[in-house]
Nanobody, 117 residues
Framework: QVQLVESGGGLVQPGGSLRLSCAAS????????MGWYRQAPGKERELVTS???????VYADAVKGRFTISRDNAKNTVYLQMNNLKEEDTAVYHC???????????WGQGTQVTVSS
């Protein structure tokens, strides 16, 4: 059974930092591309950043220079370091895994990030 469990969300002031983690189980993690998406109230879910199984990274323009994605295949975990957070970063952040071979896709339940003074 595949599980993705996000953690690390919370309330932070503008300009602050948070580090999200997504731990995967039930998959051969190294062959999965991993992504972070977010959904703010009243908005559609959007891609924040992704890292392929080969290490290719993509960032949304809105987070370039502030967010960093990384993965640790030994720990079956992907991270999202978020610096200089802005109020518009407030959203539920979801982790997604997609197999490079089968295309099977899995999602985590999400973790709330709230940026507010």
């Amino acid at each position: 059974q595949v599980q993705l469990v996000e953690s690390g969300g919370g309330l932070v002031q503008p300009g602050g930092s948070l580090r999200l983690s997504c731990a995967a189980s039930g998959v051969i993690f190294s062959v999965y591309g991993m992504g972070w998406y977010r959904q703010a109230p009243g908005k559609e879910r959007e891609l924040v950043t992704s890292i392929s199984s080969g290490g290719i990274i993509v960032y949304a323009d809105a987070v370039k220079g502030r967010f960093t994605i990384s993965r640790d295949n030994a720990k079956n975990t992907v991270y999202l370091q978020m610096n200089n957070l802005k109020e518009e970063d407030t959203a539920v952040y979801h982790c997604r895994a997609r197999s490079r071979y089968s295309g099977n896709e899995y999602w985590g339940q999400g973790t709330q990030v709230t940026v507010s003074s």
